[in-house]
Each structure stands twice: as C-alpha cells, then as structure tokens.
C-alpha cells in the first residue's frame, strides 16, 4: 500500500533500529515516504519484521546487523546502505547501549564498550555518511540521539551519562563545522520512554503510575513521540535548525527534584544567612 508523507524520495539509515525508538523511528521514516535500511546488533527478530511492514508500504528497505564499536563495521554499514538505496540524505545515530554500576565498581572494560558503541560508534557512522553526502545535490541530515542523562545526574549511571553528555558537546560542533557545508546536524534528548526492555527488565512496572508520579505531562513518552520529532528534524520544517538538542522528556528536566510537601522548602520563602 502506498504512503504519502513528508520524507518521500528520502533515503535513511536508522541504526539500532531492531527495537525500541530505532524500530520506531524506521517505520514511521516509511510511512513518511522514505527508503529506509535498518541496522541492528542483537535484536534480528524485530529489525525483520521491520521491514516486512516497510516492504508492504511499497518502500525500498533492507536490515543489515554490525558491531558498532568497530569503526571500520560503521564505515561498511554505511557502504552497504548507499550501495542499496543510491546515497543517503538522512542518518539517524540511534543505536546505543546502558549499564548501571556504582561508580567505585566500573572496570576499564566497562567504560570502553560504552563509550565504544556510544559514541565512537556513532562518530565514525557520521564520518562516513558526511562523505558520501559531501558529493551529492542536496546534502544530508544527521540526527543523534542522546538522553536527558546528557544533561542530569542519575545514580550508578557515571559511564553511561557521560557518553550521552560526550554526544550533547560532539553534535554541537559538528553542527557548526558542516553547516556551511550544506549538512544539518541535530540531537534528540529523550526522556523516560516505554520501550520494551523496561518491561523485561522489570515486569511488575506500572507505567501509568509512574508517569502520574513522576512525569510532569502525566504519562511516560511512547516511542512514536520520539520518531515524529525526528520526522521534524528531517525535512525542510527545521531548515533553519542545526546544532539543537531537542529534550523530549514529559517535563522530567524541568522539574526541580526538591521535595514539594517538605514543610521546609525554600518554595515562596526567603532565609537569611
């Protein structure tokens, strides 16, 4: 079945794409028009069944899997999509792993397999996307995903909020160093979204609870809120965007952590000394 939509004639790349946001992202990419390669690690079941919904939409879709930590599997993910689909105008850096670990407690082998598949990984899939885009018409758009971990402190998470701030700082500059060259270089900062690995990590969790109790907006973030916003930062409706975090959250950064039922705030109250 036909789709009509705002990425028609857009060829992506969507990595990390087997579940979650990446998935997500990938399908709504094709339901928006796009040609879209899927990339996936460990989780083949669900990248196949991606694009057996994105092949009935009558888009041009193909799943490849590759380690990411390894800077030369970026470079033939990236080969491998331009081969298949003839450029690449949009690349979505989604893939990404976490770890929680007191800090005294994190091995060197820990602090490189984060960073490895965090943030080299995404560097050197952009490095080889920008070279392939620097010789076509009409450019390309890069857009990263980083975490509300980028920009708070959250306990037992020092390696994992650390490359998510690492990609806050890289999306930043690179955003200003291809700028003049005709590519745009934006990040997603997603709040507490409901994915699947929540659910098996922790079975008994009560999502509409926690989103009463803790998210400002009232509910945890669905991975398609997450997918439209890259939508926007893919077409012509951000042109005049680079460099930006988008912070998708439900209102989590913005809420001061300070307990509001203490008698002894400082809410509506001056002190002295």
């Known amino acids: 079945m036909e789709h009509q939509g705002k990425l028609i ?9 087997g579940t979650g946001l990446g998935r997500e992202i990938a399908l709504e990419f094709a339901r928006q028009g ?28 193909e799943v490849f899997q590759a380690d990411l930590a390894d800077a030369a599997a970026c ?46 990984g995404q560097f050197f899939c952009a490095q080889r996307a920008v070279q392939y885009m620097l010789k076509q018409e009409n450019k390309g758009i890069l857009i990263n995903m980083t975490s509300v971990h980028g920009c708070t402190g959250f306990v037992n998470h020092a390696v994992y909020d650390g490359t998510k701030g690492a990609i806050w700082s ?24 409901l994915v699947e ?15 009463q109790r803790l998210i400002p907006i009232k509910r945890l973030g669905n991975p398609i809120d997450i997918a439209r916003a890259c939508v926007y930062l893919a077409t012509d409706e951000s042109s005049y965007m680079t460099g ?6 439900g209102g989590i950064t913005a809420k001061s952590a300070l307990p509001l039922d203490e008698p002894d705030t400082m809410a509506g109250k001056t002190k002295e000394g």
């Open 9 to 17: 004639g857009k060829r992506a790349l969507v990595t990390g794409a």
């Open 34 to 61: 796009a040609d879209v390669v899927l990339h996936y690690c460990h989780s083949a079941q669900g990248a196949h069944s991606a694009i057996q919904e994105i092949r009935a939409m009558g888009r041009r879709t």
């Open 75 to 120: 470079a033939r993910l990236v080969d491998d999509t331009v081969s298949l689909l003839g450029g690449i105008d949009i690349l979505v850096n989604n893939a990404g792993i976490t770890a929680t670990k007191p800090f005294v407690e994190v091995t060197p082998q820990d602090f490189d397999l984060l960073y490895d598949v965090n943030v080299r």
């Open 170 to 193: 890289w999306t930043r500059e690179l955003a200003v160093e291809l700028a003049p060259l005709g590519i745009r270089v934006n990040g997603i900062a997603p709040g507490w979204i």
């Open 197 to 211: 690995t929540h659910l098996k990590q922790n079975p008994n969790l009560d999502a509409e609870d926690v989103g």
């Open 244 to 249: 930006h975090i988008m912070v998708i959250d």
